[in-house]
């Protein structure tokens, strides 16, 4: 558990199992504000997005712009799956699960889908076409209405044609919206989500295939030459990816009443880059604490009014230069060595 | 992967010191707040805008003029009112996270939020605390109503002080109707993600239907266009001589730009989104003159109360109060007439506080700088009067 190959999946666990306990805590101790409390849902969608983001950009070395299409086409089937499931009486927990379910899988055949034409390109290409994907997503879930009433789903497009027989219920109305979503996430639900993500994600860096991605990302030719398909390791991170994406979206979707189309833009796929940049590219320790410092940061800057986000990109700029600054690592690394040998020392002087 | 670690131990100190920053700020706030009421406890009203990002001009103005109310009601030495004003960025995740902050500093009344994406988001977050709102300028019906699509099933505790979209439309379709000398062959250009423009695009093409009036051209853009030459070309070539945008300034601006380069010379007429053109940083002002737009408010007005409220906006701001200014304003002495007239103390339960003010808002009349002998329905629509005003030398002017 402990040695070194599979260190990070145990840190990784901690972090996570020790931040959950003291927030539950915290919340049946009535310590934490309604604030921090609204935020531990989206906190743990957005780990789980990044988690599934660093395994393509830091794993399998691709550029992805388009995490937050991902995102977007989970949240939407999970929005309409819950509207057929509320129809027929189904409520609670057992939604949650299986909307999460068909988000996973309907972001995942998308990924699928969209990896064929673009894991042929390499580089700058790739980021412009999954670039280019988040976009479309957004705006044909932007012109999509879906209704819902004893005769069935309704869907239109561009123009809401859609007449609903008595009782029915619009689930999506194009720019307005998901509308009328009862919420059923859960911080429990979220932390077991965050669990099974970085379970998943550990073991395919460790398996078979996972030493494919990274001999396919490190040389290319080389990998090929020792009969590794490079377009089916890198097939599989990205579909694994996008899947994540879309749990992560099924979980957010179900915790708000109503969001709209145009949350999932360029801007929140970016976001979502930075907190893996910031959190280390391939490290998922890194990624979820980075997540959850700047998705509270700008909460917790609210006492400077005008002046937050001011002061919240300031931070942000501030953490990149310290995180990368030669000077402070090779400090670190002095630091390190010093105790490992003082260590050392302890050990051979008990001897 | 060794260096990494330090790089977690760094970012779990800044987690920390954020944590405890956030400790530090709620006690302080806790403290402002009870120094700064002296001797009646005031009564606590919340509100959520934004004031950074893209929307900025309506949180600010909002902000400022609710500022403006509330010093005037406190000077007045009855009802106290101690206003919080929280960020949202226009955006829903973020409105829920006002909301609570809002709630975590213990809020009794609210101004709801400024733009409509984040009043819906929220609006079903007040029906389960049971908290009145009363929103300045979120127009959208989806605030009010559960079920948008019939317009029924309203929360019952949310309130509007400005027009909802589909009354824009209709009104600005009537408006049209009835001054065909600004133009008969209509062009439009309108943001097709947008919930605020094709709510009104929608009801006002079924306005303009029923009125027999022609519509030459429809042309849309998405929220990141920054070109809009095609679509002015289009119009231009349709001979659209009135052009009507149910669009947000920023856009329009670029549009005015745009027509101005090619030379191409309609009347426009906007709606309540327009408002703030003037303010525009780096937008010559110039090429907004004769624009039309349908406001309910218009700064030139020569009643007293409108004139106070402009001279001690210009003196502390530095620039004419708009619409979404205006309706907030009015927002606060709505609330405080309610307020004095149930008798509403700040000791009481909010479950009483919003039965109380949604009694009041249902049965009194209020008379405001943006409209007079106002009244509301029980499912919060406001009931007014909507003026045009005209763009002359840079100022709003009323048109008949």
Sequence with gaps: MFSPKRRGRTVSLLIVILAYVILQAMIMSGNLSRLLISLLVPVCAYIVAALGLNLNVGFSGELNLGQAGFMSIGAFTSVILAGILNANGITGIPVLILCILAG????????????????????????????????????????????????????????????????????????????????????????????????????????????????????????????????????????????????????????????????FDFNSSILLLVYVVLGGLGNMSGTIISTAVLVVLPEMLRFLQNYRMLIYAVVLIVIMLVSNNEFLKTKAEQLKKKLSANRKKGAAENV | MKYSNSLKTGLAAVMALSLAACGSSGSGDNGGSSSGTDTAAAIKLGASGPITGDAAVYGLAVQHAAEIAIEEVNALGGTQIELKFEDDQADGEKAVSAYNALMDWGMQISLATVTSGSGQAVAPNYEQDNIFGLTPSGSSTAIIY??????????????????????????????????????????????????????????????????????????????????????????????????????????????????????????????????????????????????????????????????????????????????????????????????????????????????????????????????????????????????????????YVGVE
């Design chain 1, 104 to 263: 996973a899988a309907m972001a995942a055949a998308v990924g699928w889908l969209i990896s064929v034409p673009v894991l042929k390109l390499q580089g700058d290409y790739l980021a412009i076409v999954t670039l280019a994907f988040g976009q479309i997503i957004m705006s044909l879930i932007n012109n999509l209405y879906c209704g819902i009433d004893s005769k069935g789903l309704h869907f239109a497009f561009v123009t809401n044609t859609i007449e609903l027989a008595e009782g029915g219920k619009m689930l999506i109305s194009g720019p307005m919206g998901a509308t009328g979503v009862s919420t059923v996430s859960t911080f429990t639900a979220g932390f077991i989500l965050v669990v099974l993500t970085l379970l998943i994600v550990y073991n395919l860096i460790d398996s078979r295939s996972g030493r494919a991605i990274t001999a396919a990302r490190d040389n290319r030719i080389a990998a090929e030459s020792i009969g590794i398909s490079i377009s089916r390791t890198k097939t599989l991170a990205f579909v694994i990816s996008s899947c994540l994406g879309g749990a992560a979206g099924a979980l957010y979707a179900l915790n708000y009443s109503s969001f709209v189309a145009t949350k």
């Design chain 2, 146 to 395: 559960k079920d948008t699509v019939n317009n029924k099933d309203p929360y019952g505790v949310l309130f509007q002080m400005c027009f909802t979209d589909p009354n824009q439309g209709t009104a600005s379709a009537d408006y049209l109707a009835a001054h065909t000398d600004l133009g008969s062959k209509i062009g439009i250009i309108y943001r097709s993600d947008d919930n605020y423009s094709t709510g009104i695009y929608q009801t006002f093409k079924a306005e303009a239907d029923k009125k027999g009036l022609t519509i030459v051209d429809t042309e849309t853009f998405i929220n990141s266009d920054t070109d809009y030459s095609v679509q002015v070309k289009k119009l231009a070539d349709a001979g659209a001589d009135i052009v009507f945008l149910p669009i947000y300034y920023q856009p329009a601006s670029q549009i005015l730009v745009e027509a101005d380069k090619q030379g191409y010379t309609p009347n426009f007429f906007g709606c309540d989104g327009m408002d703030g053109i003037l303010t525009l940083d780096n937008f010559d002002i110039k090429l907004a003159e004769g624009l039309y737009m349908l406001t309910p408010f218009s700064a030139d007005a020569e009643d007293e109360k409108t004139v106070n409220f402009v001279k001690k906006y210009t003196e502390k701001y530095g620039e004419v109060p708009n619409q979404f200014a205006a309706d907030a304003y009015d927002c606060v002495y709505a609330i405080k007439q309610a307020i004095d007239h149930a008798g509403i103390t700040a000791d009481m339960a909010t479950d009483d506080i919003t039965a109380a003010m949604v009694k009041e808002f249902t049965s009194m009349t209020f008379d405001g700088i943006t409209g007079s002998s106002m009244t509301w329905s029980a499912s919060g629509e406001v009931s007014k009067a909507p003026k045009a005003v005209i763009i002359e030398n840079g100022v």
